[in-house]
């Protein structure tokens, strides 16, 4: 039968898939097709991009503009983190909804499903199937379809580090070769994104975590080979979600709001900062719109801004001005090599989620060259052998994998990636 499978690794940055780094991804990229100007969507994070991913949409499309956002729960615009596990029923009580497209487990629920094994943060786990078409399976919780919870759930005692990942790819290669007519497999493991947030990029720990994700690829391509000789077509796509560059300074976007008169408190809601890292999101409340041009301005005189898109502008970056978001904007940049030679810096926007922001260490969110820069190998199905020069984004995996099942893509922001040049 035809069967896709989808093989995430966390923050692995296109220009780290080397022959010393990652000898199996290489491997795999000789004998499918690399495809070298690969993009993430902005904001570059993980929870927003496994909504990218799972619906072939961009932020503006499927709703979920960050890794927080701000939502109205009664008392006015509050910043929210998508990444716990109660995120989705919040964002379903606000709203009255969760994605505003349909993900790929939607898309073949009825022809066998899709068998979701995620390592990544709840949140991000339950974009890929947050109302429940297939079996996801996630440490904080597992789901049949109809969001049926799993009782027996082996998924439970795994752990948010490398080791973790080498279990839920235990797991994903069991369930990818029991008897099964699913159509779509997909796995997410959280290294090297998760350790980079606490190390100096290009050391020898954040070398040695690289290597343990290339090793997890290895097993998955391994199991693609047995499916193949079983005589199923397998479309197998590996990919990131974005890429890290380092972390020059962190800077309390909030308290200068406050300094300078344009927000009322930390906790008003008046004026909302929700950062995704080096990029970050600016919401007003329907009384405050008229503030937008002037906190505009205001940041457009900041040496720690970057790029800055307010109101219809949004749409240049996949985004749109709904929900109260007004203003988006990219951290600045510096062009320097840590230590380690490994080049992109960039500052970071405060985060009341992620308070331990290191200098030195690697994050993402903004436009940065190397933090959007993921990397996309595909093999199998019709795809030729080489490399594609092809501006391609993390939008296009979903309609390529329904394209190899013969499915419609209507809706999806993305297009089917090409086979061939």
């Not at 948010?160 to 279990?167: E, R």
């Not at 993390?394 to 061939?420: E, F, N, V």
Request: glycine share 12%; net charge negative.
């Amino acid at each position: 039968m035809k069967r896709t499978v989808l093989m995430i690794i966390d923050g692995l940055r296109a220009d780290m898939v080397t022959p010393t780094l990652t000898p199996n991804l290489c491997q795999i990229a000789r004998t499918g097709r690399l495809f070298r100007q690969h993009r993430s969507v902005f904001p570059s994070a993980t929870r927003v991009s496994s909504a990218s991913i799972a619906t072939g949409c961009l932020p503006m499309t499927h709703g979920l503009f960050g890794n927080a956002i701000a939502l109205d729960e009664g008392d006015g615009l509050k910043p929210v983190s998508v990444g716990p596990p109660d995120f989705r029923e919040r964002l379903r009580a606000a709203t009255g909804r969760t994605l505003l497209a349909p993900t790929l487990a939607e898309h073949v629920a009825d022809i066998g499903g899709a068998h979701i094994c995620s390592n990544a943060s709840a949140g991000a786990a339950h974009l890929q199937d947050p109302d429940g078409h297939g079996w996801l399976y996630h440490r904080n919780g597992s789901h049949a379809p109809g969001l049926v919870p799993l009782q027996s759930d082996p998924m439970q005692s795994i752990t948010y580090d490398a080791s973790g990942d080498v279990d839920t790819v235990t797991q994903f290669c069991d369930a990818l070769l029991s008897p099964n007519e699913t159509p779509v497999f997909i796995t997410w493991i959280c290294e090297p994104d998760h350790s980079q947030h606490a190390l100096e990029l290009g050391c020898e720990a954040h070398r040695a975590i690289i290597r343990g994700s290339d090793t997890c690829a290895g097993r998955v391509k391994k199991a693609v080979d047995t499916l193949r000789q079983r005589g199923d077509d397998v479309l197998f796509v590996l990919g990131s979600d974005h890429g890290h560059e380092t972390v020059d300074a962190v800077v309390p976007i909030e308290a200068l709001l406050i300094k300078a008169g344009l927000k009322a408190a930390t906790d008003s809601s008046d004026v909302v900062l929700a950062s995704s890292g080096m990029g970050a999101l600016i919401y007003l409340a329907p009384d405050a719109q008229a503030q937008s041009e002037q906190i505009a301005q205001w940041l457009s005189e900041q040496k720690w801004c970057g790029a800055i898109y307010a109101g219809d502008a949004l749409e240049d970056i996949g985004l749109a001005p709904r929900g109260g978001l007004a203003i988006a904007f990219s951290m600045g940049k510096k062009n320097a090599v840590n230590r380690y030679g490994i080049p992109g810096f960039g500052h970071v926007a405060g985060d009341r989620f992620m308070p331990s922001h290191t200098a030195g260490h690697g994050q993402h969110g903004g436009l940065g060259p190397y933090e959007t820069q993921p990397f996309l190998i595909v093999e199998g199905g019709d795809f030729s052998a080489g490399t594609s020069d092809e501006a391609t984004c993390t939008i296009d995996i979903a309609p390529t994998l329904l394209r190899h099942l013969g499915l419609a893509t209507h809706g999806m922001d993305g297009a089917a990636l090409p086979l061939s040049d």
